[in-house]
C-alpha cells in the first residue's frame, strides 16, 4: 500500500496502524523513489526523494517536487564539481614542473628540461667539424669544435706553382741556374738562402726533437715545403716504425723509402741516433722519402767473466756479456738481433782450456734457436784449442736472431776462455 504520513491516526485500530507504520517506512527506505513506492501522501514540506527516472535528488515544497541542483550545485551526471582537497601534480628526473588541479579545471602548467651541456652556441665551420657526445637517453651532453687536419697526399686539387701556394718572394725556375740563384739577392732576410745551399738543393741541417717516431725540427733560417725540398737532419734518437717529422711547424709528414717501384713506411732502426740523414719532400706521397744509404749495424762482443764452463756431452749456449761496440744496439741478451734487412756476415772464434787428443770440438751459429752454421775442430794434442767460423747469413729484420753454440765430447768439463769473441756487420 501507499505510505501515508498522516497514518496512523488515533482513531486508527490497532492492526491498521501497525501496517500504516509499515507503509511509511517502506517508502522512507526506497528514498520516496516515485518510480518504486505506490505514490507516498501527505508527505510534509521539505521532505527530500530520489527521482530515478530523472536521474537526481528532488525537494517537496508543499505543492511540488523540485531537483536539487539548481539550489545546491550537486552535479547531477555523477561526479563532483570540485574536490575537496586539491592536489599538487610533479614531474622529476631530466625534466621538471608542477601545478595544482582540484577538478574544477583541466591542469597544464610549463615544464623545464634539465642543462646537460654547458657549452651553448654555434658549431660547425669550413675548417672545423663538431664532436658530440650522446647520453643513452640520446641527450647531447657535450659538444665542441674539432679542426680537422687532412693528411696531405688526401688532398686533391692542390697548387703546382709557386704562385698557386701564395708565395709572392721566390722566382720560378725556369731551367736557368741564374734564375734560381736570383733568390739569395731578392730576399731582404738575413738568413736568406745562398746559391750554393740551392744548387745543392739542401736549405739547412739541424738536429731533431720530438719522439722516435714522431721527429721535430726547426731551421734557423726557415723552409718553405715544396716537391723536391731537401733537408739534412741529425736524429737526436733511432727511429721507431712509421716515424713522421714536424717541420718548422708545417707537418706533420710521414717518412717513406723507395722499395723497388713502391713507396713504403720506414721500419723502427732505419733512421739512425746521431746519423746525418737526408730527406726530399714528394707531393706525390704526401710526405718526405728517406734518400740516405741505409746504415750498415755492425757489433763486437767477448764474454765478460774469466772462463765459462761447457759441459761434456751438451749444445751450451756461450755467453757473450761485454760489447766493444753494438752501433744499431740489435745485440743483447747474447743474441744478435737485426732490425733492417739484408746479408750479414758473422764471425766467431772461442778459445778452449785443455782438451784431450783427437777429440771433436763443435762451433755453430744459430738462427732462432735452431742450427744454422757449424764447424768440426778435431784437437791435435791436450792443449789450449782455438776454434773458429764464420758464414754469411740472412736476416729478415724483424724476428731473425742469431747465437753462438759449442759442443764438446771429452768426458768432462771444459772451459772457454774471455779471449773468445763473435761478431758481425751487415753487408747489403
Not at 94 to 105: F, M
Request: with cysteine.
Amino acid at each position: 500500500m501507499a505510505g501515508d504520513f498522516n497514518k496512523p491516526a488515533l482513531s486508527d485500530g490497532y492492526t491498521a496502524f501497525a501496517q500504516a507504520v509499515r507503509d511509511i517506512v517502506s517508502d522512507m527506505i526506497k528514498g520516496l523513489d516515485p518510480a518504486l513506492t505506490l505514490g507516498t501522501t501527505n508527505t510534509p514540506t521539505n521532505a527530500i526523494r530520489w527521482n530515478s527516472a530523472n536521474g537526481y535528488w528532488e525537494k517537496y515544497n508543499g505543492t511540488t517536487w523540485a531537483a536539487l541542483a539548481s539550489t545546491y550545485a550537486i552535479n547531477t551526471s555523477g561526479s563532483a564539481a570540485k574536490w575537496v582537497t586539491a592536489r599538487n601534480i610533479a614531474l622529476t628526473g631530466d625534466i621538471t614542473g608542477n601545478g595544482n588541479i582540484d577538478g574544477s579545471a583541466n591542469l597544464s602548467f610549463a615544464a623545464t628540461l634539465a642543462s646537460v651541456n654547458a657549452n651553448v652556441g654555434s658549431f660547425g665551420s669550413a675548417t672545423q667539424s663538431m664532436q658530440i657526445t650522446v647520453n643513452a637517453k640520446g641527450l647531447v651532453t657535450a659538444i665542441s669544435n674539432v679542426t680537422v687536419t687532412p693528411a696531405w697526399g688526401s688532398v686533391t686539387g692542390k697548387p703546382t706553382t709557386i704562385a698557386g701556394y701564395g708565395i709572392t718572394d721566390a722566382a720560378a725556375s725556369n731551367g736557368s741556374a741564374s734564375n734560381v740563384f736570383a733568390v739569395a739577392a731578392a730576399t731582404s732576410s738575413a738568413h736568406a738562402p745562398t746559391a750554393l745551399q740551392m744548387q745543392r738543393g739542401a736549405f739547412s741541417y739541424a738536429g731533431t726533437s720530438g719522439t722516435s717516431t714522431a721527429y721535430i725540427v726547426n731551421f734557423p733560417m726557415g723552409l718553405g715545403i715544396a716537391d723536391g725540398t731537401r733537408v739534412l737532419i741529425q736524429p737526436h734518437l733511432t727511429c721507431g716504425a712509421s716515424p713522421s717529422i714536424l717541420v718548422d711547424g708545417a707537418g706533420p709528414y710521414y717518412i717513406y723509402k723507395r722499395s723497388g717501384g713502391t713507396i713504403v713506411n720506414l721500419q723502427a732502426g732505419e733512421i739512425l741516433q746521431y746519423f746525418p740523414t737526408e730527406l726530399i719532400f714528394s707531393s706525390t706521397a704526401g710526405g718526405f722519402i728517406f734518400n740516405s744509404p741505409l746504415p750498415r749495424p755492425s757489433f763486437a762482443t767477448y764474454p765478460s767473466g774469466s772462463s765459462q764452463t761447457i759441459p761434456s756431452g751438451a749444445w751450451t749456449k756461450v755467453t757473450f756479456g761485454t760489447e766493444a761496440f753494438d752501433t744499431n744496439n740489435n745485440f743483447a741478451s747474447s743474441r744478435f738481433t737485426p732490425t733492417i734487412a739484408g746479408n750479414y756476415q758473422l764471425q766467431t772464434s772461442l778459445h778452449f782450456a785443455n782438451s784431450v787428443d783427437q777429440t771433436g770440438l763443435f762451433v755453430a751459429i744459430y738462427k732462432n734457436s735452431a742450427l744454422h752454421r757449424h764447424v768440426i775442430h778435431m784437437t791435435s794434442g791436450p792443449g789450449e784449442q782455438h776454434v773458429s767460423l764464420g758464414a754469411l747469413v740472412n736476416a729478415n729484420g724483424t724476428s731473425d736472431f742469431f747465437e753462438i753454440y759449442c759442443y764438446q765430447g771429452t768426458g768432462l768439463d771444459r772451459s772457454i776462455y774471455s779471449t773468445s769473441a763473435f761478431d758481425g756487420f751487415m753487408v747489403g
